[in-house]
Protein backbone atom coordinates (compact mmCIF):
# COMPACT_ATOMS: atom_id res chain seq x y z
CA UNK A 1 0.00 0.00 0.00
CA UNK A 2 2.95 2.38 0.75
CA UNK A 3 4.50 1.26 -2.48
CA UNK A 4 1.01 2.39 -4.72
CA UNK A 5 0.91 5.61 -2.41
CA UNK A 6 4.54 6.43 -3.50
CA UNK A 7 3.57 5.27 -7.39
CA UNK A 8 0.50 8.13 -6.99
CA UNK A 9 3.47 11.13 -5.87
CA UNK A 10 2.75 10.71 -2.53
CA UNK A 11 6.71 10.21 -1.05
CA UNK A 12 7.11 11.92 2.09
CA UNK A 13 5.70 12.48 5.12
CA UNK A 14 4.42 16.22 4.49
CA UNK A 15 2.48 14.86 1.13
CA UNK A 16 0.27 12.78 3.28
CA UNK A 17 0.26 15.50 5.76
CA UNK A 18 -1.56 17.37 3.30
CA UNK A 19 -4.65 15.19 2.52
CA UNK A 20 -6.34 16.19 6.25
CA UNK A 21 -6.83 19.40 4.81
CA UNK A 22 -9.39 17.71 1.62
CA UNK A 23 -11.52 15.15 2.21
CA UNK A 24 -12.47 14.85 -1.76
CA UNK A 25 -8.76 14.62 -2.38
CA UNK A 26 -8.94 11.31 0.35
CA UNK A 27 -11.09 9.75 -1.80
CA UNK A 28 -9.76 10.55 -4.88
CA UNK A 29 -6.55 8.91 -3.95
CA UNK A 30 -8.15 5.85 -3.04
CA UNK A 31 -10.56 5.42 -6.06
CA UNK A 32 -7.50 5.80 -8.04
CA UNK A 33 -5.39 3.13 -6.12
CA UNK A 34 -8.23 0.95 -6.35
CA UNK A 35 -9.55 0.99 -10.13
CA UNK A 36 -10.51 -2.70 -10.53
CA UNK A 37 -14.30 -3.63 -10.53
CA UNK A 38 -12.92 -6.66 -8.31
CA UNK A 39 -10.99 -4.35 -5.49
CA UNK A 40 -13.58 -2.30 -5.00
CA UNK A 41 -14.83 -4.29 -1.75
CA UNK A 42 -11.24 -3.56 -0.75
CA UNK A 43 -12.27 0.53 -0.44
CA UNK A 44 -13.03 0.28 3.12
CA UNK A 45 -9.88 -1.39 4.02
CA UNK A 46 -7.90 0.70 2.22
CA UNK A 47 -9.79 3.93 3.67
CA UNK A 48 -8.70 2.95 7.18
CA UNK A 49 -5.20 1.70 5.71
CA UNK A 50 -4.66 5.50 4.91
CA UNK A 51 -6.04 6.69 7.94
CA UNK A 52 -3.59 4.87 9.87
CA UNK A 53 -0.93 6.41 7.27
CA UNK A 54 -2.64 10.19 8.08
CA UNK A 55 -2.16 9.55 11.84
CA UNK A 56 1.32 8.21 11.68
CA UNK A 57 2.26 11.58 10.54
CA UNK A 58 0.48 13.39 12.74
CA UNK A 59 2.26 11.74 15.38
CA UNK A 60 5.48 12.14 13.66
CA UNK A 61 4.59 16.03 13.32
CA UNK A 62 4.03 16.29 17.32
CA UNK A 63 6.86 14.25 17.94
CA UNK A 64 9.03 16.90 15.98
CA UNK A 65 7.05 19.68 17.29
CA UNK A 66 7.66 18.84 20.89
CA UNK A 67 10.00 20.60 23.14
CA UNK A 68 12.99 18.13 22.49
CA UNK A 69 12.93 18.85 18.90
CA UNK A 70 11.92 22.30 18.37
CA UNK A 71 15.43 23.41 17.19
CA UNK A 72 14.55 21.49 14.00
CA UNK A 73 13.34 24.07 11.23
CA UNK A 74 13.64 22.10 8.01
CA UNK A 75 10.58 21.85 5.75
CA UNK A 76 9.73 18.60 6.70
CA UNK A 77 9.61 19.39 10.68
CA UNK A 78 7.86 22.67 9.95
CA UNK A 79 5.01 21.37 7.60
CA UNK A 80 4.28 18.35 9.44
CA UNK A 81 3.86 20.28 12.21
CA UNK A 82 1.72 22.89 10.46
CA UNK A 83 -0.62 20.34 9.39
CA UNK A 84 -1.21 18.75 12.34
CA UNK A 85 -2.32 21.16 14.04
CA UNK A 86 -4.57 21.77 11.36
CA UNK A 87 -5.79 18.72 11.53
CA UNK A 88 -6.49 18.59 15.06
CA UNK A 89 -8.09 22.13 14.75
CA UNK A 90 -10.82 20.48 12.20
CA UNK A 91 -11.21 17.84 14.63
CA UNK A 92 -11.86 19.71 17.68
CA UNK A 93 -14.35 21.45 15.71
CA UNK A 94 -16.05 18.94 13.87
CA UNK A 95 -16.68 17.94 17.53
CA UNK A 96 -15.09 13.99 16.90
CA UNK A 97 -11.90 11.94 16.17
CA UNK A 98 -13.59 10.25 13.61
CA UNK A 99 -14.70 11.79 11.00
CA UNK A 100 -13.00 10.05 7.93
CA UNK A 101 -12.97 6.56 9.69
CA UNK A 102 -14.83 6.00 13.13
CA UNK A 103 -12.93 2.57 12.98
CA UNK A 104 -9.27 4.27 13.67
CA UNK A 105 -10.69 6.86 16.39
CA UNK A 106 -9.00 4.78 18.83
CA UNK A 107 -5.61 4.77 17.09
CA UNK A 108 -5.32 8.74 17.49
CA UNK A 109 -6.71 9.26 20.77
CA UNK A 110 -4.00 7.61 23.50
CA UNK A 111 -5.39 5.57 26.94
CA UNK A 112 -5.46 7.92 29.78
CA UNK A 113 -2.50 7.66 31.43
CA UNK A 114 -2.49 7.03 35.67
CA UNK A 115 -2.00 9.82 37.92
CA UNK A 116 1.19 11.05 39.38
CA UNK A 117 2.79 9.50 42.11
CA UNK A 118 3.41 11.28 45.13
CA UNK A 119 7.04 11.83 43.85
CA UNK A 120 5.77 13.70 40.37
CA UNK A 121 6.54 10.69 38.38
CA UNK A 122 4.12 8.67 36.13
CA UNK A 123 3.91 5.86 38.53
CA UNK A 124 4.29 2.09 36.27
CA UNK A 125 1.06 0.33 34.59
CA UNK A 126 1.31 -2.08 37.75
CA UNK A 127 1.05 0.32 39.90
CA UNK A 128 -1.90 2.05 38.20
CA UNK A 129 -3.61 -1.77 37.81
CA UNK A 130 -2.70 -2.10 41.69
CA UNK A 131 -4.83 1.25 42.32
CA UNK A 132 -7.92 -0.20 40.80
CA UNK A 133 -8.01 -3.82 41.55
CA UNK A 134 -6.84 -3.97 44.99
CA UNK A 135 -9.41 -6.13 47.30
CA UNK A 136 -10.64 -9.00 49.40
CA UNK A 137 -8.53 -11.54 47.94
CA UNK A 138 -6.36 -9.34 45.77
CA UNK A 139 -3.57 -11.24 46.76
CA UNK A 140 -4.27 -14.34 46.46
CA UNK A 141 -5.82 -13.92 42.95
CA UNK A 142 -2.65 -12.57 41.93
CA UNK A 143 -0.60 -15.38 43.34
CA UNK A 144 -3.12 -18.05 41.93
CA UNK A 145 -2.42 -15.76 38.29
CA UNK A 146 1.47 -16.35 38.54
CA UNK A 147 1.76 -19.71 39.79
CA UNK A 148 -0.44 -20.96 36.97
CA UNK A 149 2.29 -18.39 34.59
CA UNK A 150 5.15 -20.09 35.76
CA UNK A 151 3.03 -24.00 35.58
CA UNK A 152 2.75 -23.45 32.09
CA UNK A 153 6.51 -23.06 32.30
CA UNK A 154 7.39 -26.24 34.04
CA UNK A 155 4.66 -28.04 31.62
CA UNK A 156 7.20 -26.37 28.01
CA UNK A 157 10.47 -27.54 30.26
CA UNK A 158 9.13 -31.38 30.39
CA UNK A 159 7.31 -31.36 26.76
CA UNK A 160 11.00 -30.45 25.35
CA UNK A 161 13.17 -33.27 28.04
CA UNK A 162 10.84 -35.98 26.66
CA UNK A 163 10.72 -37.54 30.42
CA UNK A 164 8.29 -40.25 31.10
CA UNK A 165 5.73 -37.25 32.92
CA UNK A 166 4.69 -36.33 29.62
CA UNK A 167 3.76 -40.12 28.12
CA UNK A 168 1.73 -40.81 30.90
CA UNK A 169 0.37 -37.43 30.72
CA UNK A 170 -0.94 -38.30 27.46
CA UNK A 171 -2.76 -41.71 28.65
CA UNK A 172 -5.09 -39.48 30.30
CA UNK A 173 -8.27 -37.67 29.62
CA UNK A 174 -6.89 -34.70 29.82
CA UNK A 175 -3.04 -34.37 29.39
CA UNK A 176 -2.72 -30.81 29.43
CA UNK A 177 -4.71 -30.73 33.25
CA UNK A 178 -2.13 -33.52 33.95
CA UNK A 179 0.87 -31.93 33.61
CA UNK A 180 -0.11 -28.82 35.38
CA UNK A 181 -0.36 -30.91 38.32
CA UNK A 182 3.78 -30.96 38.11
CA UNK A 183 3.85 -27.95 40.50
CA UNK A 184 4.36 -30.24 43.71
CA UNK A 185 2.23 -27.73 45.90
CA UNK A 186 5.19 -25.36 44.67
CA UNK A 187 4.60 -21.55 45.74
CA UNK A 188 4.28 -19.19 42.62
CA UNK A 189 7.92 -18.16 43.48
CA UNK A 190 9.56 -21.05 44.12
CA UNK A 191 8.18 -22.51 40.72
CA UNK A 192 9.77 -19.18 39.43
CA UNK A 193 13.34 -19.83 41.22
CA UNK A 194 13.34 -23.33 39.80
CA UNK A 195 12.10 -22.27 36.21
CA UNK A 196 15.03 -19.68 36.29
CA UNK A 197 17.68 -21.50 36.92
CA UNK A 198 16.81 -24.64 34.78
CA UNK A 199 16.84 -21.72 31.49
CA UNK A 200 20.08 -20.86 32.73
CA UNK A 201 21.19 -24.21 32.79
CA UNK A 202 19.75 -25.20 29.30
CA UNK A 203 21.12 -22.09 27.86
CA UNK A 204 24.49 -23.10 28.36
CA UNK A 205 23.59 -26.72 27.32
CA UNK A 206 22.70 -25.76 24.36
CA UNK A 207 25.40 -23.84 23.38
CA UNK A 208 28.19 -26.38 24.16
CA UNK A 209 26.56 -30.03 23.98
CA UNK A 210 23.58 -28.89 21.34
CA UNK A 211 21.03 -31.02 23.98
CA UNK A 212 18.01 -29.19 25.99
CA UNK A 213 18.28 -32.07 29.12
CA UNK A 214 21.21 -33.04 30.68
CA UNK A 215 22.02 -36.88 30.13
CA UNK A 216 24.86 -37.58 32.57
CA UNK A 217 26.29 -36.16 35.92
CA UNK A 218 29.82 -34.99 34.17
CA UNK A 219 27.62 -32.02 31.84
CA UNK A 220 26.01 -30.53 35.36
CA UNK A 221 29.59 -30.61 37.14
CA UNK A 222 30.85 -28.95 33.94
CA UNK A 223 28.44 -25.92 34.67
CA UNK A 224 28.74 -25.56 38.04
CA UNK A 225 32.53 -25.50 37.15
CA UNK A 226 31.92 -22.41 34.38
CA UNK A 227 29.67 -20.74 36.80
CA UNK A 228 32.06 -20.90 39.58
CA UNK A 229 35.02 -19.07 37.25
CA UNK A 230 32.97 -15.68 36.88
CA UNK A 231 32.70 -16.51 40.01
CA UNK A 232 28.96 -16.82 41.03
CA UNK A 233 27.68 -17.21 44.19
CA UNK A 234 26.72 -20.19 45.95
CA UNK A 235 23.20 -19.56 45.91
CA UNK A 236 23.89 -20.12 41.90
CA UNK A 237 24.76 -24.01 42.74
CA UNK A 238 22.36 -25.01 45.02
CA UNK A 239 19.92 -23.35 43.28
CA UNK A 240 21.11 -25.79 40.18
CA UNK A 241 20.56 -28.97 42.72
CA UNK A 242 17.42 -27.47 43.26
CA UNK A 243 16.56 -27.37 39.99
CA UNK A 244 17.45 -30.32 38.82
CA UNK A 245 15.78 -32.44 41.45
CA UNK A 246 12.41 -30.24 40.93
CA UNK A 247 12.47 -31.03 37.38
CA UNK A 248 13.42 -34.89 37.39
CA UNK A 249 10.98 -35.09 40.09
CA UNK A 250 7.95 -33.20 38.15
CA UNK A 251 9.01 -35.45 34.93
CA UNK A 252 8.73 -38.41 36.84
CA UNK A 253 12.25 -39.86 36.34
CA UNK A 254 13.26 -43.32 37.36
CA UNK A 255 15.04 -43.42 40.81
CA UNK A 256 17.73 -45.01 38.69
CA UNK A 257 18.42 -42.47 36.47
CA UNK A 258 17.61 -39.78 38.79
CA UNK A 259 21.19 -37.18 38.18
CA UNK A 260 20.61 -35.06 41.37
CA UNK A 261 20.64 -38.25 43.73
CA UNK A 262 24.23 -39.57 42.12
CA UNK A 263 26.31 -39.34 45.37
CA UNK A 264 29.83 -38.45 43.31
CA UNK A 265 27.78 -35.53 41.71
CA UNK A 266 26.93 -34.19 45.15
CA UNK A 267 29.79 -34.42 46.54
CA UNK A 268 31.57 -32.61 43.84
CA UNK A 269 28.62 -30.12 43.78
CA UNK A 270 28.71 -29.01 47.49
CA UNK A 271 32.19 -28.72 47.22
CA UNK A 272 32.23 -26.59 43.96
CA UNK A 273 29.92 -24.35 46.31
CA UNK A 274 32.15 -24.12 49.56
CA UNK A 275 34.54 -23.03 47.97
CA UNK A 276 32.59 -19.96 46.80
CA UNK A 277 31.24 -18.94 50.34
CA UNK A 278 34.25 -16.87 50.84
CA UNK A 279 34.19 -14.69 47.65
CA UNK A 280 30.17 -13.96 48.24
CA UNK A 281 29.36 -10.39 47.84
CA UNK A 282 26.83 -10.68 50.37
CA UNK A 283 27.25 -11.48 53.44
CA UNK A 284 24.48 -12.01 56.41
CA UNK A 285 22.42 -8.95 56.85
CA UNK A 286 23.57 -6.62 60.13
CA UNK A 287 20.99 -6.91 62.36
CA UNK A 288 19.43 -3.33 63.87
CA UNK A 289 21.41 -2.20 66.60
CA UNK A 290 19.53 -0.74 69.84
CA UNK A 291 20.06 2.65 68.97
CA UNK A 292 18.31 2.24 66.29
CA UNK A 293 15.29 0.51 68.10
CA UNK A 294 15.19 3.07 70.59
CA UNK A 295 14.42 5.63 67.75
CA UNK A 296 12.04 3.36 66.34
CA UNK A 297 10.20 3.18 69.06
CA UNK A 298 10.19 7.19 69.77
CA UNK A 299 8.99 7.46 66.03
CA UNK A 300 5.75 4.82 66.47
CA UNK A 301 4.93 7.31 69.89
CA UNK A 302 5.63 11.01 67.77
CA UNK A 303 2.11 12.23 67.37
CA UNK A 304 3.68 14.92 65.48
CA UNK A 305 4.89 12.72 62.94
CA UNK A 306 3.12 11.77 59.67
CA UNK A 307 1.16 8.65 59.90
CA UNK A 308 2.91 6.40 57.63
CA UNK A 309 6.41 6.57 58.78
CA UNK A 310 5.05 6.02 62.26
CA UNK A 311 3.25 2.81 61.15
CA UNK A 312 6.23 1.56 59.14
CA UNK A 313 8.10 1.92 62.44
CA UNK A 314 5.65 -0.19 63.82
CA UNK A 315 5.87 -2.66 61.41
CA UNK A 316 9.20 -3.01 61.45
CA UNK A 317 9.44 -3.48 65.17
CA UNK A 318 6.91 -6.14 64.72
CA UNK A 319 9.02 -7.82 61.77
CA UNK A 320 12.15 -7.25 64.59
CA UNK A 321 10.42 -9.08 67.85
CA UNK A 322 8.76 -11.60 65.93
CA UNK A 323 11.53 -12.63 63.87
CA UNK A 324 9.85 -12.53 60.29
CA UNK A 325 10.70 -12.31 56.97
CA UNK A 326 9.27 -9.56 54.80
CA UNK A 327 6.64 -12.48 52.85
CA UNK A 328 6.01 -14.06 56.33
CA UNK A 329 4.39 -10.19 57.02
CA UNK A 330 2.77 -10.19 53.08
CA UNK A 331 0.66 -13.25 54.73
CA UNK A 332 -0.22 -11.63 57.46
CA UNK A 333 -3.88 -10.04 56.84
CA UNK A 334 -4.72 -7.09 59.31
CA UNK A 335 -8.08 -9.29 60.35
CA UNK A 336 -5.88 -11.75 62.33
CA UNK A 337 -3.78 -9.48 64.35
CA UNK A 338 -5.02 -9.27 68.28
CA UNK A 339 -3.72 -7.19 70.89
CA UNK A 340 -4.78 -8.99 73.96
CA UNK A 341 -3.56 -9.73 77.45
CA UNK A 342 -0.65 -11.28 76.54
CA UNK A 343 0.46 -8.84 73.12
CA UNK A 344 0.36 -8.78 70.08
CA UNK A 345 -0.52 -12.02 68.58
CA UNK A 346 -0.82 -12.67 64.68
CA UNK A 347 -1.59 -15.50 62.12
CA UNK A 348 0.24 -16.30 59.05
CA UNK A 349 -1.69 -17.99 56.57
CA UNK A 350 0.42 -18.33 53.16
CA UNK A 351 4.15 -18.47 53.69
CA UNK A 352 7.23 -20.80 52.50
CA UNK A 353 6.31 -23.52 54.61
CA UNK A 354 2.20 -22.51 55.24
CA UNK A 355 -0.95 -22.51 53.52
CA UNK A 356 -4.24 -24.41 52.52
CA UNK A 357 -2.01 -26.89 50.34
CA UNK A 358 0.51 -26.88 52.90
CA UNK A 359 0.63 -29.65 55.78
CA UNK A 360 0.53 -26.62 58.40
CA UNK A 361 -2.05 -24.45 57.55
CA UNK A 362 -1.61 -21.54 59.50
CA UNK A 363 0.98 -20.56 62.34
CA UNK A 364 1.02 -18.16 64.89
CA UNK A 365 2.65 -15.00 66.18
CA UNK A 366 3.06 -13.41 70.00
CA UNK A 367 4.72 -10.29 71.06
CA UNK A 368 4.63 -9.64 74.57
CA UNK A 369 3.50 -6.27 76.27
CA UNK A 370 7.06 -6.18 77.66
CA UNK A 371 8.80 -5.57 74.56
CA UNK A 372 9.94 -2.34 75.11
CA UNK A 373 13.12 -0.53 75.10
CA UNK A 374 12.28 3.26 75.29
CA UNK A 375 8.55 3.82 74.51
CA UNK A 376 6.21 1.40 76.72
CA UNK A 377 2.94 2.08 74.36
CA UNK A 378 4.79 2.05 71.04
CA UNK A 379 2.68 -1.52 70.61
CA UNK A 380 -0.55 -0.08 71.23
CA UNK A 381 0.19 3.10 69.41
CA UNK A 382 0.84 1.67 66.31
CA UNK A 383 -1.54 -0.72 66.36
CA UNK A 384 -4.08 2.08 66.79
CA UNK A 385 -2.67 3.75 63.67
CA UNK A 386 -3.00 1.18 61.17
CA UNK A 387 -6.79 0.27 62.45
CA UNK A 388 -7.97 3.91 61.56
CA UNK A 389 -6.53 3.33 58.05
CA UNK A 390 -7.73 -0.41 58.01
CA UNK A 391 -9.04 -1.68 55.11
CA UNK A 392 -10.39 -4.74 54.14
CA UNK A 393 -7.20 -7.60 52.54
CA UNK A 394 -5.76 -10.55 52.89
CA UNK A 395 -2.00 -8.74 52.65
CA UNK A 396 -0.69 -6.32 55.46
CA UNK A 397 1.70 -3.89 53.99
CA UNK A 398 0.03 -1.37 51.86
CA UNK A 399 1.88 1.45 50.07
CA UNK A 400 1.62 5.01 51.42
CA UNK A 401 -1.59 7.85 50.51
CA UNK A 402 1.10 10.95 48.70
CA UNK A 403 0.50 12.72 51.95
CA UNK A 404 2.00 9.76 54.29
CA UNK A 405 -0.79 10.33 56.24
CA UNK A 406 -2.82 7.13 54.86
CA UNK A 407 -2.90 4.23 53.20
CA UNK A 408 -3.79 3.29 49.06
CA UNK A 409 -5.16 -0.21 48.32
CA UNK A 410 -2.17 -1.76 46.57
CA UNK A 411 -0.34 -4.36 48.07
CA UNK A 412 3.46 -3.18 48.80
CA UNK A 413 6.00 -5.12 47.02
CA UNK A 414 9.52 -6.23 48.26
CA UNK A 415 11.19 -3.12 46.42
CA UNK A 416 8.64 -0.92 48.20
CA UNK A 417 9.22 -1.98 51.68
CA UNK A 418 13.21 -1.42 51.26
CA UNK A 419 12.46 1.67 49.93
CA UNK A 420 10.39 3.20 52.61
CA UNK A 421 12.91 1.32 55.10
CA UNK A 422 15.38 3.53 53.46
CA UNK A 423 12.75 7.03 53.71
CA UNK A 424 12.29 6.41 56.90
CA UNK A 425 15.95 5.40 58.53
CA UNK A 426 16.93 8.54 56.40
CA UNK A 427 14.24 11.68 57.08
CA UNK A 428 12.03 10.13 59.89
CA UNK A 429 14.44 8.72 63.17
CA UNK A 430 16.24 10.77 65.24
CA UNK A 431 18.97 11.08 67.72
CA UNK A 432 17.49 9.72 70.91
CA UNK A 433 18.41 11.68 73.98
CA UNK A 434 17.77 10.94 78.04
CA UNK A 435 16.49 13.69 79.32
CA UNK A 436 15.53 14.05 83.58
CA UNK A 437 12.47 11.86 84.52
CA UNK A 438 9.90 13.00 87.53
CA UNK A 439 10.17 10.98 90.17
CA UNK A 440 7.03 9.54 90.95
CA UNK A 441 7.79 8.31 94.76
CA UNK A 442 10.16 11.18 95.88
CA UNK A 443 13.38 9.21 95.21
CA UNK A 444 15.83 9.82 93.22
CA UNK A 445 15.10 11.53 89.73
CA UNK A 446 14.81 8.68 86.67
CA UNK A 447 15.64 9.52 83.18
CA UNK A 448 13.35 8.93 79.97
CA UNK A 449 13.94 8.75 76.36
CA UNK A 450 13.10 11.20 73.95
CA UNK A 451 13.84 12.29 70.35
CA UNK A 452 15.96 15.05 70.09
CA UNK A 453 16.08 17.53 66.40
CA UNK A 454 18.99 15.93 64.91
CA UNK A 455 18.90 12.83 61.87
CA UNK A 456 20.28 9.77 63.66
CA UNK A 457 21.65 8.90 59.85
CA UNK A 458 24.08 11.83 58.88
CA UNK A 459 25.32 9.36 56.22
CA UNK A 460 22.92 8.91 53.55
CA UNK A 461 25.33 5.98 52.59
CA UNK A 462 24.81 4.52 56.18
CA UNK A 463 21.16 4.18 55.27
CA UNK A 464 22.70 1.75 52.62
CA UNK A 465 23.98 -0.55 55.08
CA UNK A 466 20.90 -1.97 56.68
CA UNK A 467 18.77 -4.74 54.14
CA UNK A 468 15.35 -6.33 55.08
CA UNK A 469 16.34 -9.04 56.33
CA UNK A 470 18.73 -7.76 59.21
CA UNK A 471 15.22 -7.46 61.38
CA UNK A 472 14.88 -11.07 61.01
CA UNK A 473 18.54 -11.12 62.67
CA UNK A 474 17.95 -9.52 65.66
CA UNK A 475 15.99 -11.23 68.18
CA UNK A 476 18.35 -14.88 67.62
CA UNK A 477 21.63 -12.89 67.74
CA UNK A 478 21.07 -11.42 70.83
CA UNK A 479 19.12 -14.27 72.36
CA UNK A 480 22.99 -16.25 71.17
CA UNK A 481 24.82 -13.55 72.49
CA UNK A 482 23.07 -13.74 75.94
CA UNK A 483 23.59 -17.67 76.34
CA UNK A 484 19.72 -18.72 75.59
CA UNK A 485 19.40 -22.52 75.03
CA UNK A 486 19.92 -23.73 71.23
CA UNK A 487 16.61 -25.48 71.39
CA UNK A 488 14.69 -21.95 72.06
CA UNK A 489 17.03 -20.03 69.35
CA UNK A 490 16.29 -22.63 66.82
CA UNK A 491 12.69 -22.23 67.22
CA UNK A 492 12.56 -18.28 66.85
CA UNK A 493 11.10 -17.69 63.55
CA UNK A 494 9.52 -20.85 62.55
CA UNK A 495 6.53 -20.27 64.45
CA UNK A 496 5.56 -24.27 64.65
CA UNK A 497 1.80 -24.89 65.08
CA UNK A 498 3.13 -28.75 65.12
CA UNK A 499 2.56 -30.89 68.53
CA UNK A 500 -0.55 -29.47 69.92
CA UNK A 501 -2.09 -26.13 72.29
CA UNK A 502 0.40 -27.62 75.03
CA UNK A 503 3.19 -27.26 72.09
CA UNK A 504 2.00 -24.00 71.46
CA UNK A 505 1.80 -22.63 74.89
CA UNK A 506 5.21 -24.23 76.02
CA UNK A 507 6.84 -22.14 72.55
CA UNK A 508 5.04 -19.01 73.35
CA UNK A 509 6.89 -18.94 76.93
CA UNK A 510 10.10 -19.13 75.54
CA UNK A 511 9.67 -16.35 73.12
CA UNK A 512 9.02 -14.28 75.63
CA UNK A 513 11.51 -15.27 77.96
CA UNK A 514 13.77 -14.35 75.15
CA UNK A 515 12.49 -10.85 74.64
CA UNK A 516 12.44 -10.05 77.90
CA UNK A 517 15.76 -11.22 78.01
CA UNK A 518 16.77 -8.78 75.47
CA UNK A 519 14.60 -5.79 76.77
CA UNK A 520 15.84 -6.23 80.30
CA UNK A 521 19.83 -6.07 78.75
CA UNK A 522 19.07 -3.21 76.99
CA UNK A 523 17.44 -1.24 79.45
CA UNK A 524 19.97 -1.78 81.89
CA UNK A 525 22.94 -1.44 79.49
CA UNK A 526 22.99 1.94 78.40
CA UNK A 527 26.71 3.22 78.43
CA UNK A 528 27.87 -0.15 79.97
CA UNK A 529 29.57 -3.33 79.04
CA UNK A 530 28.49 -4.81 75.41
CA UNK A 531 27.00 -7.72 76.21
CA UNK A 532 25.57 -8.16 72.73
CA UNK A 533 28.65 -7.59 70.82
CA UNK A 534 27.15 -4.46 68.42
CA UNK A 535 30.68 -3.46 68.45
CA UNK A 536 31.10 -6.00 65.52
CA UNK A 537 28.13 -4.73 63.71
CA UNK A 538 29.62 -1.23 64.11
CA UNK A 539 32.81 -1.95 63.01
CA UNK A 540 31.18 -3.54 59.85
CA UNK A 541 29.36 -0.36 59.37
CA UNK A 542 33.02 1.62 59.88
CA UNK A 543 34.09 -0.61 57.07
CA UNK A 544 31.56 -0.11 54.56
CA UNK A 545 31.61 3.53 55.02
CA UNK A 546 35.10 3.78 54.43
CA UNK A 547 34.50 1.56 51.32
CA UNK A 548 32.19 3.86 49.82
CA UNK A 549 34.44 6.93 50.61
CA UNK A 550 32.26 8.52 53.22
CA UNK A 551 35.01 10.78 54.69
CA UNK A 552 36.69 10.19 58.10
CA UNK A 553 35.00 12.61 59.86
CA UNK A 554 31.66 11.83 58.97
CA UNK A 555 32.38 7.64 59.68
CA UNK A 556 33.50 8.32 63.02
CA UNK A 557 30.17 10.77 63.52
CA UNK A 558 27.56 8.30 62.16
CA UNK A 559 29.35 5.42 64.21
CA UNK A 560 29.32 8.00 67.34
CA UNK A 561 25.76 8.08 66.89
CA UNK A 562 24.35 4.64 66.75
CA UNK A 563 26.14 3.29 69.91
CA UNK A 564 24.58 2.35 72.51
CA UNK A 565 26.83 0.09 75.18
CA UNK A 566 29.72 1.70 76.50
CA UNK A 567 31.76 4.17 75.08
CA UNK A 568 32.74 4.85 71.41
CA UNK A 569 36.41 3.34 70.70
CA UNK A 570 38.84 6.25 70.33
CA UNK A 571 38.44 8.67 67.28
CA UNK A 572 34.97 7.59 66.51
CA UNK A 573 33.17 9.83 69.62
CA UNK A 574 30.56 11.44 67.48
CA UNK A 575 27.70 14.20 68.94
CA UNK A 576 27.17 13.78 72.75
CA UNK A 577 24.13 11.95 72.98
CA UNK A 578 22.89 12.56 76.77
CA UNK A 579 21.30 15.53 77.29
Not at 128 to 139: K, L, S, T
Not at 205 to 223: F, N
Not at 304 to 310: A, I, K, N, T, V
Not at 418 to 427: D, I, P, S
Request: charged content about 25%.
Amino acid sequence: FREALVANGISDVTALANLVEDLSEVDRVVGHLLTDEQDACKRGEAHVWLEILITEAAVRAEVLDGPTARASNSPLALGAAAQARSRKRRLEEAGTAATLVPEVASLRAPPPRPPPSATGRWVTHRKAQAVEDEGPGARKARLAQQKEKWLGYVVDILRESGWPAVERANRTLDPARTLKRSGHGRRSRTLENMVRHWWAFRKWLLGVHDVAVPDSAEMILDYAETRAEEPCAPSAISGLRSALKFMENAGGVPPSARLHEDGWLIGKLLDVQKGLVGRAALGQAPRLLAMILVSLELCVVNAEEDDYPRMFAWYRLVRYWGVLRFDDTAAMPPGRLELGACGLRAVLEQTKITGTDKRVQTLFVTIAWDAWVAAPGWLKAGFDLWANHSFERDYFLALPAPDLNGLRRAEAEYKDSAAQGRRLFAKHLMVPIRVPAPSTDGGPSATRWKNSSSPLFVSRRAVQFWREHGDRAGLPSAAAALQAPREWIDSLGAWSAEGGETYVRVRRARVERMQAMLVDTIRRGFAADDVLAEYETLDELARFLEAKGVPLEEVQEQVGLLTYFGSCPVGLQGRAILA
